[in-house]
């Protein structure tokens, strides 16, 4: 009797224990699979399609762009983070939308800052100003004009967003694109504050950051914010006090996040 409580026991903590990967794969299987070849180079993306998807009318589209912990080829880890607020019945209710996560290969990263650390182990980030895309960005820039092309995609309801490596995308995006995007949200991210001007006006922006971020110091955060408002602009700019790198939990818990983008057009 003992031995079969025993095994009960170990099963029921077994399946406790697989049951965050099984949801988190039910929410995975939502998104299909896609790809875009550019030359060489393969960009792998998950799209999610609104509910009762009609060919014949035209949606927003939304770019998410995840963090480095998420490179790689397998065309799953970018859906981490995020993917749970987009699948949520009253959003997709409300704001039917098409809603691309690509992946970063594992030998790029989004933008072209340059990273090393300091003395203490410390990350530092070096924004460039302008530069070359990296292979990442440049297949990226491919897929954007690809779903532009679209016949079912709103080109006045184009937006972008980010977390971290991906934040730092955003921030690239809008300068190479500046007519293309409605809106944009970037959380715990970063740029070059001599980019700021090619965009200031032209994209409405949502910062994000943890007062505490160990990874992407806040003051990233806070120097484009400044720097977004000398050129003219009026970011809204929401810094977590007791936050670390993790802010994008609750900038995707924000319940205007996605009411505040949507209302955007071109």
């Known amino acids: 009797m003992r031995l079969k409580k025993l095994f009960i026991t170990a099963v029921l903590g077994a399946m406790y224990l697989a049951l965050p990967t099984f949801v988190q794969a039910q929410v995975n299987s939502a998104f299909d699979r896609g790809s ?12 999610l399609f609104p509910k009762k998807f009609d060919p014949t009318k035209k949606y927003p589209l939304l ?21 749970k607020l987009f699948l949520n019945d009253t959003i997709r209710q409300d704001y039917p939308a098409i809603v691309i996560f690509p992946q970063c290969p594992a030998n790029s990263f989004w933008s072209n800052v340059k990273a090393d650390t300091s003395a203490t182990g ?9 530069g070359e895309p990296t292979s990442a960005m440049t297949s990226l820039l491919g897929l954007v004009d690809q779903m532009l092309d679209k016949p079912f995609v709103n080109k ?9 490596m ?33 965009y200031a006006k032209k994209v409405p922006l949502w910062i994000f950051h943890g007062a505490k971020d160990s990874v992407v110091p806040v ?19 929401t810094i977590y006090p007791n936050t670390d790198h993790n802010s994008w939990d609750e900038a995707f818990a924000e319940p205007q996040l996605l009411p505040w983008l949507f209302s955007h057009h071109k």
């Open 63 to 83: 770019f998410v762009l995840h963090g480095a912990g998420e490179r790689g080829k397998d065309n799953n880890a970018q859906l981490k983070y995020g993917p």
């Open 122 to 130: 410390k990350w530092q980030f070096h924004f460039q100003e302008g």
């Open 166 to 198: 991906g934040g730092m995308g955003t921030f690239e995006m809008l300068r190479r694109k500046p007519n293309t995007f409605a809106a944009a949200f970037a959380i715990c991210g970063g740029d070059n504050t001599n980019n700021a001007g090619k």
């Open 36 to 47: 875009f070849i550019n030359k060489t180079d393969t960009l792998a993306y998950r799209i």
């Open 156 to 164: 006045k309801q184009v937006y972008i967003g980010g977390l971290s």
């Open 219 to 237: 003051d990233h955060s806070e120097v484009m914010a400044a720097a977004l408002k000398e050129a003219g602009a009026d970011p809204k700019f």
